[in-house]
T-cell receptor
Framework: AQSVTQLGSHVSVSEGALVLLRCNYS??????LFWYVQYPNQGLQLLLK??????LVKGINGFEAEFKKSETSFHLTKPSAHMSDAAEYFC????????????FGRGTSLIVHP | EADIYQTPRYLVIGTGKKITLECSQT?????MYWYQQDPGMELHLIHY???????EKGDLSSESTVSRIRTEHFPLTLESARPSHTSQYLC???????????FGPGTRLTVL
């Protein structure tokens, strides 16, 4: 069975500071990995995905994530936070050899201070 | 414009009522999903479908049913709503197994 752990239910940064949201997964096979963002009163929107190509994945809005197999991690980063980045972020993992249905983490709320 | 829609966006009902949450997508996706979302928790899969006349239960037993008569439509029905059903319900679709999911805006349900 696969699982996702997002460290920190809340992360607080100042505008212009580095954003780092952590995601660790467990999977018996090389997984597909996703980061989604959810703004208030909206559904989830894909930020980026890893599907066994380049280990450094670039997404929308300046976000990127690096797949590290040895650490079973897929942390999300952005060099400089904007106020508009304040939202809930979800990491998800799916097993290409199984049902493909993703397992989601509990989410991390990003708070950006002026 | 290709999109995924959910109605109603907000619903407040009394215990014991039967309700149907609507979900439609115009992207032609075969795969559709229903999730329950509560604050600080993982998204819990309630039901999913891999195509017309194909439905499966997810890992969360929510006493609900779904149907998939048309590719674009995937409604969720609660036969008898209870306060424990109070939550946000998200509908999603995907083009293929393993591809990213596209989510609707959600229905926030409150059962009194």
């Amino acid at each position: 069975a696969q699982s996702v752990t997002q460290l920190g239910s809340h992360v607080s940064v100042s505008e212009g500071a580095l954003v780092l949201l952590r995601c660790n997964y467990s999977s018996s096979v090389p997984p597909y990995l996703f980061w989604y963002v959810q703004y208030p009163n909206q559904g989830l929107q894909l930020l980026l995905k890893y599907t066994s190509a380049a280990t450094l994945v670039k997404g929308i809005n300046g976000f990127e994530a690096e797949f590290k197999k040895s650490e079973t991690s897929f942390h999300l980063t952005k060099p400089s936070a904007h106020m508009s980045d304040a939202a809930e972020y979800f990491c998800a993992v799916s097993d290409p050899g199984g049902s493909y249905i993703p397992t989601f983490g509990r989410g991390t709320s990003l708070i950006v201070h002026p | 414009e290709a999109d995924i829609y959910q109605t109603p966006r907000y619903l407040v009902i009394g215990t014991g009522k039967k309700i149907t949450l609507e979900c439609s997508q115009t992207m032609g996706h075969d795969k559709m999903y229903w999730y329950q979302q509560d604050p600080g928790m993982e998204l819990h899969l309630i039901h999913y479908s891999y195509g017309v006349n194909s439905t499966e239960k997810g890992d969360l037993s929510s006493e609900s049913t779904v149907s998939r008569i048309r590719t674009e439509h995937f409604p969720l029905t609660l036969e008898s709503a209870r306060p424990s059903h109070t939550s946000q319900y998200l509908c999603a679709s995907s083009a293929s197994r393993g591809s990213e999911q596209f989510f609707g805006p959600g229905t926030r349900l409150t059962v009194l």
